[in-house]
């Protein structure tokens, strides 16, 4: 039984809903819940949910109805009707013997610090639970972790005792060898070893995403569209190109660069919250100078795995090449790359006859028709030339001269497309970047640039910076 | 022929009683129009006939959810994390 997925259920309701329109959403209460241990959830769920009988019978107080079934026969009935021999000796622990294994919990002295993973006995497994609950309990008072952090070490540790199974009919008699019993074993065995170092035990790497990621790839379908869009716009691609190899973008000098990085933490955190992103957890900082991958987002390609993605900043806002972009801005920018990022990377069965250099690499490199940057660049523009303004005290609506884009003999000031495009922001509040920049307005415009005709009304006056 | 589970921290898991194998590019397609869904994974596809309106927010900020295959009422053969993709 690998009930493992069932680990993160194990809140205080869980409401179940049918795949059928006819049946109506059903609860499992925290009081079947506090009955019930993932096995018990699973069986409960496709006895009672399921069964469009069960549920239209007690559709009108479902709640009430399921809290006098009696879950523990169930699993036993599901057990012997399946013949699950692996489970008929088994038995999970009550809701209420896990609390109280908590509350009242009375550790051993701690004398196994081999950390060598593997259980001696039944006596050595419950040396290490015991203590690890404890532990469990002296983190919440450690001062490196900050309240959700303590929360998530509770949680987790009260799911590890959950998946627990005893001998059947025993108090506390352990089969060791039991996958899930091996599983808490480790756990507890970790966090003994680790105390409060978060990542080590949680296994949570700082600036590390993975599919499960919430930004992975959450807008690729737009920019697929966007990529298919510009395929017909000979001018947006020589725009995109233009702007991006063109670092008077970087307007914002050394001089303010410690205002700049203070400001942009609050443009970020804006963003965050507007974006519904709340793991700061997505990026580590690091140094140009040491890394080879700052200020970028890293694809790790490994045989047999699903990609990966690392980010990494420059703590003070270095770019390559000697230039400045204000912290918050490099990472917003990064994370609308890894949000085009198109998920299901895994590796496919034809992969099986290439060589492990093409199948497994890392990569930093960006679509060389530059459309995957055109955004985002066009992004961090506007926003940090909306961010130089307020450190000089300038209205956001001046066109200031930071440098130009050429297309054949017309000039493009960078400071007018951050104006416009500063506008476009407010009149599209698009989440997506890149749906923002397949608006037809948007495009044309872009594409009128890019074929060197700049039509653009200017009803502001130019100002040197 | 299955059914979703959806936890307080807006968690949500597939319980499908199904014959194919679930592969590592496991993805749930949702046509929010029909609120009806495709569970696709390698060469295999099942289809979803009713995805609950309330389910459709905690799917669309997570972007991901758990399947459990199972082959009766109580065994899980596979359990796989799978991605979630808006189609409609």
Redesign the interface.
Known sequence: ??????E??L???????????DIK?FVLSKNIIKKATPFLI??A???A??SPKNNNNNSSNSSSNSNSTDYTEIYQE??HK?N?TSLMTKEPFSQEEINDMIIHNNPPVLVDYNFNHCPENADNFWEIVKNGIEATKMVQKSSILNYKQKKEYQIVAFRMLSQMTRVKGTKDEIDISDYNNLKTFLYFEKLLQYGDDYEKVLEKDQGLIN??T?V???YY?DFEILDKKVQKLSGVKEFAYALYNNNDRFMISYQDSAQANKLSKQFLEKWMKTQ?ITDENLWYLTTVEEDGFANAVAYWHRRGK?VELSLGVDSRGNVDGGDFSPIGMIIIHELQHVMQKK??S??KPEDNQKSDDDVAFASSSYDYSCISELGPTLYSLALEDRLYKHIKGIDKNEILDYGTLQFGQAQIKLGEVAVWFGKMIDKYPENSVDKLIAKDEVLQQLNQWGNGHNNMLRRSKYVER | ?????????G?V?L?LKSNFRL???T?LEIDEKSMSAELKSGECSVK?????P??LLPLK????L?V?E?N?????L??K?A?V??VG
Request: glycine share 4%; with cysteine.
């Open positions: 039984m690998k009930d493992n997925v069932y993160a259920f809140t205080g309701k869980i409401k179940i809903f049918a795949t059928h329109k959403p699973a069986s769920m496709t006895l949910a399921c599901v057990v399946y699950l599919e499960q919430e992975f790839g959450r379908k519904n699903n998920p299901a895994a590796e | 022929m299955g059914c979703f589970l959806l936890n307080e921290l968690e898991l319980e592969c590592a590019d993805r979803i006939d009713f995805v609950h309330e389910l900020q997570n972007r991901y758990f459990v199972r009766n009422q109580f065994y899980a596979n359990t994390l991605k993709v808006f």
